[in-house]
């Protein structure tokens, strides 16, 4: 069966950054791409961006721009989030998912992003 | 705040029907683009729920239904259950940004009384 398996959670200080990952399986990892949504504490979902796997283009909100990054591992399956100079309002759940035209069929468990001060 | 707009809340007792708006503008739902939901029960992940407007995916009971018309789309949920106290999310696709991205409702939180 499809599965995102997200990395545990992370503590982090004020301007540093954070890198989550989310490994795929039980399907062609390369043939959907992957978004990432975050949910900050008691709030909606926000979207941050997406990343082809197949050839890595990537396209980001634009709230995020010159912050975020998003990679991948074609041996690993795994496709992954980095978010720099990080603020306490960077404070959420960060999910990945699979996004099967214009919707999200298949969702990561979530990984916490905690920034302190 | 958020693209799409939905209630906070709406609450119903077991065995009624509710509905949950999500209003977007000409440069998402208005312009064409399907509206999808999904389910988030307390401390999990988003779950689809309906993808574009009127399908449900395998495994969702058929008490829950979707529409769109115009600029607007709805989630309807008929014979309200216990287990259906969630938060619910539409979403869909927006070209009117200078970087074209995928946006999401508020949320509404379902409160079965």
């Known amino acids: 069966q499809v599965q995102l398996v997200q990395s545990g959670a992370e503590v982090k200080k004020a301007g540093a950054s954070v890198r989550v990952s989310c490994k795929s399986s039980g399907y062609i990892f390369t043939s959907y791409d992957i978004n990432w949504v975050r949910q900050a504490p008691g709030q909606g979902l926000e979207w941050m961006g997406w990343?082809?796997?197949?050839?890595?283009?990537?396209g980001y909100a634009q709230r995020f721009l010159g912050r975020v990054t998003m990679t991948r591992n074609l041996s690993t399956s795994e496709a992954f989030l980095e978010l720099k100079r990080l603020r306490s309002d960077d404070t959420a759940v960060y999910y990945c998912?699979?996004?099967?035209?214009?919707?999200?069929?298949?969702w990561g468990l979530g990984t916490l992003v905690i920034v302190s001060s | 705040q958020s693209v799409l707009t939905q209630p906070p809340s709406v609450s119903g007792a077991p065995g009624q029907r509710v509905a949950i708006s999500c209003t977007g503008s000409?440069?998402?739902?208005?312009?064409?683009?399907?509206v999808h939901w999904y389910q988030q029960l307390p401390g999990t992940a988003p779950k689809l729920l309906i993808y574009g407007n009127n399908n449900r995916p395998s495994g969702v009971p058929d008490r829950f239904s979707g529409s769109k018309s115009g600029s607007s789309a709805s989630l309807a949920i008929t014979g309200l259950q216990a287990e259906d106290e969630a938060d619910y999310y539409c979403?869909?696709?927006?070209?009117?940004?200078?970087?074209?991205?995928?946006?999401f409702g508020g949320g509404t939180k379902l409160t079965v009384l």
């Open positions: 990343m082809n796997p197949n050839n890595g283009n990537t």
């Open positions: 979403q869909s696709y927006d070209s009117g940004r200078s970087v074209s991205n995928w946006v």
């Open positions: 000409s440069s998402n739902i208005g312009a064409g683009y399907d």
């Open positions: 998912a699979r996004n099967w035209g214009y919707y999200f069929d298949q």
